[in-house]
């Protein structure tokens, strides 16, 4: 028994070398420079001779840093307090469960300069401490930019000393948190904290678009002359308590509205905001902006973004916005995608922001990340926005590449990464998150009289708007019915998320809670030609729109957990030992339908 001890020795001795080691290859966004100097680890107390240093060449960036972790100290080396305080996060994420270190050297900085996150307090009022927790979620991901959409149309949350009315809830939305804003030093309190975290903030007041609360609160619209009057005041108090030094730039909205005077409200607008020191932002499609304001991208076909136009910096917000996809295909989705066109920063391509907007009302605030895959969605564009390059020549979008080429083997692994943070940091974040993978699907589309087609997909998750483009099948009522085989080593039951429908966190337009003992837009699922049922529902036949609800009662209805297939608990699927057939069945059969199927089996 003797010849067993020293390699069991070795073995203990080399475990939590192996499970530092770990924590180093799944950081989050990848460092650009990564040296291991050795197997051995650092103890935790060593955490304690943290030194740093403020004096690296000036020609790096300012978010750069170097890290260092030896035995007896680490060191962290930037040119500005921001890349400390990156260096710091990827520590964070370098200490395994029991507080030890691998023994490494990390350089790394950023591709581009800005890498966002905006959320829509206008239609919905999130709190200061809702907005802090997720400002915490943006600094431990090395996202650097918070867009505060301020204003919309139910509400202006804007402390407004010069016209109280504003603030007033009679003037608001019913149902819309009325009466809601943040006092200036509310503003001034979640500034602060985002500094402390490396985040800017870039507050937006919307205009002269996205503002009935201003036509109800005054009688008259943001672009009549007495409009601009008192958006000059209110942008003067607003700079005047909100000083340059913390907020060097104030975006301007401008999209989705058509006004008499496009050209002229635009360049009073820019001029305004300019004469308080500050740099302008705004929405590109929009009213049209001068060479010096930053666009920010979007399309109505989001994703759509081939190259960054020229002659004046920009933003890419064109990957899509979270509350449009599937939150388990959008990782994907931004994982793929290639940033400002080519995948590089320069003088006019200054990065992207990751958009969460909520046109429908919500009542448990916290809730609307989980419905939307805030936590998932984030850690892609983090990795993507930080990194830049291409990930594929040819960007799969919303349709999974197949299992054995190298993109999809790259996103395979960058799951793991993704299930090792919801495990150590992101467990309630991502408490609604399963990996997908690529297995091959035999997929039929038919109408009531023909078959148009037979193509093969890949997917846990298939978005069959994008499979009916790429093959040209055209709109229409359709039945497709999907095929695949799994191998079961056992007699067994096994845990999937099933889902026929996808509905937008924004329009409702979806089929909506279907009767007991039913699945959504005449779904069904079969294992070898026997029925899976479908689960109970809290409230069968609701929730049923197929038509958009914007500005009419039913977006007033907030979303609940149960009308979100990745919210609902698995269903559970009978498997015989061998190889069973998975069939799934589902039907487009109203405009605007989301066709969509999901089966994606639970950890």
């Given at each position: 028994m003797r010849p067993l001890v020293r390699p069991l020795l070795i073995l203990a001795a080399l475990l939590p070398a192996a499970l530092a080691a770990q924590t180093l290859d799944n950081l989050i966004p990848r460092p650009r420079r990564v040296e291991l100097l050795s197997d051995r680890t650092v103890a935790p107390d060593t955490a304690r001779q943290l030194r740093v240093r403020l004096d690296a060449p000036a020609d790096w960036d300012d978010e750069q840093y170097a890290l260092l972790i030896a035995p007896r100290r680490i060191e962290i080396r930037a040119k500005t307090p921001q890349g400390v305080v990156w260096a710091r996060r990827t520590l964070d994420q370098l200490r395994d469960d029991e507080g030890r270190y691998p023994h490494v050297r990390i350089d790394d900085w950023p591709e581009f300069p800005i890498r966002g996150f905006l959320w829509d307090d206008g239609r919905n009022f999130a709190g200061v401490e809702l907005i802090k927790q997720w400002l915490d979620l943006l600094s431990a991901y090395k996202v650097n930019l918070f867009q505060w959409h301020l204003t919309d149309k139910p509400a202006w949350r804007i402390e407004c000393r010069c016209y109280p009315q504003l603030n007033d809830g009679r003037y608001q939305r019913p149902g819309r948190d009325q009466g809601c804003?943040?006092?200036?030093?509310?503003?001034?309190?979640?500034?602060?904290?985002?500094?402390?975290?490396?985040?800017?903030?870039?507050?937006?007041?919307?205009?002269?678009?996205?503002?009935?609360?201003?036509?109800?609160?005054?009688?008259?619209?943001?672009?009549?002359?007495?409009?601009?009057?008192?958006?000059?005041?209110?942008?003067?108090?607003?700079?005047?308590?909100?000083?340059?030094?913390?907020?060097?730039a104030i975006h301007i909205g401008s999209d989705e509205v058509h006004i008499a005077d496009p050209e002229g409200f635009m360049a009073w607008a820019q001029r305004t905001v300019r004469s308080h020191g500050r740099?302008?932002?705004?929405?590109?499609?929009?009213?049209?902006?001068?060479?010096?304001?930053?666009?920010?991208?979007?399309?109505?076909?989001?994703?759509?973004?081939?190259?960054?136009?020229?002659?004046?910096?920009?933003?890419?917000?064109?990957?899509?916005?979270?509350?449009?996809?599937?939150?388990?295909?959008?990782?994907?989705?931004?994982?793929?995608?290639?940033?400002?066109?080519?995948?590089?920063?320069?003088?006019?391509?200054l990065g992207g922001i990751l958009c969460l907007w909520n046109d429908v009302r919500i009542d448990d605030k916290p809730r609307a990340a989980l419905h939307s895959g805030l936590a998932g969605g984030l850690l892609a564009f983090a990795e993507r926005f930080w990194c830049g390059g291409r990930t594929v020549d040819n960007a799969p979008g919303t349709l999974l590449p197949a299992p054995d080429t190298e993109a999809m083997q790259r996103f395979e692994a960058f799951q793991r990464r993704m299930a090792d943070h919801r495990r150590r940091f992101l467990a309630r974040e991502m408490s609604y998150w399963s990996p997908i993978h690529a297995p091959e699907w035999e997929v039929v589309f038919s109408t009531d009289t023909a078959t148009i087609a037979r193509v093969k997909a890949w997917g846990d998750v298939i978005d069959l708007d994008a499979l009916c483009r790429l093959h040209a099948i055209p709109d229409g009522e359709l039945t497709v019915r999907l095929s695949r085989t799994i191998r079961s080593e056992s007699d067994t039951v096994r845990r999937f998320k099933v889902g026929f429908d996808h509905p937008q966190r924004s329009n409702r337009i979806s089929d909506g809670i279907p009767e007991q003992g039913r699945w959504p837009n005449a779904g069904s699922l079969t294992v070898d030609g026997r029925p899976v049922a479908p689960p109970p529902y809290e409230q069968p036949g609701a929730y049923r729109f197929h038509f958009h609800t914007w500005a009419r009662p039913q977006e007033e209805l907030p979303y609940t957990d149960e009308q979100l297939y990745w919210m609902r608990p698995p269903v559970e699927v009978p498997l015989r030992r061998g190889d069973n057939r998975v069939e799934l069945t589902l039907r487009r059969h109203f405009a605007g339908q989301r066709f969509h199927v999901a089966f994606v089996e639970a950890e």
């Open positions: 804003y943040y006092t200036y030093d509310q503003i001034r309190e979640v500034f602060a904290y985002a500094r402390e975290r490396g985040i800017r903030v870039l507050p937006e007041i919307d205009m002269p678009g996205h503002s009935d609360f201003f036509d109800a609160t005054f009688g008259f619209a943001m672009d009549s002359p007495e409009g601009m009057r008192v958006l000059e005041r209110c942008i003067a108090e607003f700079c005047a308590e909100i000083p340059a030094s913390i907020c060097p740099t302008c932002f705004a929405w590109d499609p929009g009213l049209p902006a001068d060479s010096l304001t930053v666009r920010q991208y979007w399309r109505e076909t989001p994703g759509e973004m081939t190259d960054m136009p020229a002659g004046f910096p920009a933003l890419d917000s064109s990957m899509g916005y979270l509350n449009l996809y599937d939150p388990l295909l959008m990782p994907a989705k931004l994982f793929f995608y290639t940033p400002c066109g080519d995948g590089r920063a320069s003088a006019t391509s």
